[in-house]
């Protein structure tokens, strides 16, 4: 019965990589015909075309996010822990929301300095930076910052937006956040949070540890999704 179970886990696996290369292939296709309706000036469909293109990289994200808590959990994960520019680790993770938050006209605002470096998995802080975007695009009305900054031994990324902030039931345990499972009232299946934060603990450092936290304040006075890297 292990072994079956084992057999289907690694079969889901492979089958989630599979739709995860057609959905890349199909968003390519779909933002290629949405800017073509806009040049056109077909606004309705453009626009339509927009909410497709959104569910669809959610759709990605989430695919991604479970393979990467497979091989976690699995221990296959290639963890690559090597000196990054920060700033250049921000850059790739808003071009692959760049056609989304155009869409829906969002400003994006980065706080990072360009000689900011550290040790991190390239691709899990890209992951958890592509989840924080896709979080803040929901809540914010208008506007997205993303900081970055050293502190105390940390490197802490912050994505914040001008929205109304986290509501009381997703501020609980002081905004720390782990799997807290599914709320059938709003669909949310608390993945990305899941994620991001096992993504985050990945990072070690001695006894210290990554971290993912949630507040609301920051520069916009809306909700700030907080990462922390020792």
Aim: glycine letters at 8%; proline letters at 2%.
């Amino acid at each position: 019965m292990v072994d079956d179970e084992i057999n289907f886990t690694d079969f889901i696996a492979s089958s989630i990589h599979d739709m995860k290369n057609s959905l890349n292939i199909q968003v390519s296709s779909l933002e290629k015909i949405a800017a073509q309706c806009e040049e056109e000036g077909r606004t309705s469909s453009f626009e339509s075309l927009g909410m497709v293109i959104y569910e669809a990289n959610r759709m990605n994200a989430n695919l991604i996010q479970m393979l990467s808590l497979y091989k976690l959990g699995k221990s296959i994960y290639p963890m690559d822990i090597t000196e990054q520019s920060i700033a250049d680790v921000i850059e790739e993770a808003l071009l692959q929301n760049k056609f989304i938050m155009d869409f829906k006209g969002i400003s994006l605002a980065v706080d990072c300095h360009e000689n900011c470096y550290w040790y991190v998995d390239r691709d899990l802080v890209t992951g958890i930076l592509i989840n924080a975007l896709n979080n803040a695009y929901n809540y914010t009305s208008d506007k997205i910052r993303v900081a970055a900054k050293v502190e105390d031994g940390f490197l802490e990324l912050r994505v914040e937006d001008n929205g109304r902030g986290y509501p009381p039931s997703m501020m609980e345990n002081d905004g720390v956040l782990a799997n807290k499972g599914i709320n059938f009232s709003t669909g949310s299946t608390g993945l990305g949070f899941y994620f991001s934060s096992q993504a985050a603990a990945k990072h070690k450092n001695g006894t210290r540890r990554g971290s993912l936290t949630i507040e609301n304040g920051g520069a916009y006075g809306g909700g700030c999704f907080v990462v922390r890297l020792p």
